[in-house]
């Protein structure tokens, strides 16, 4: 499995929650915060994952893979990316 990090942009927070929630089961979704998400999945690249969800050509999103990590965070955002390393 892959880990990847969705940021929504330009106000599109309401349609990137939607599509997760629609699309990614909530054991391979870590809501952040609006617009923001830690998603585990099959899918190989970024891009089939973008595909899968429906973002299409009119939302404005960044997805990227996760391959390490660092920084400040609440403790569950830790402990959900500590779950999908060890997975």
Known sequence: MATYI????NGSSEA???AVSANV??????KIESGKWLLSSQLPTS???ADT???GDVVTFLIAPIRGY???AR???WEWLASKSNA
């Open 6 to 9: 969705l940021t929504a942009l």
């Open 16 to 18: 990137v929650d939607s």
């Open 25 to 30: 089961t909530k054991e391979n979704s870590h």
């Open 47 to 49: 891009k089939d994952l």
């Open 53 to 55: 969800l429906g973002l």
């Open 70 to 72: 660092h920084g400040r």
């Open 75 to 77: 403790p569950d955002i």
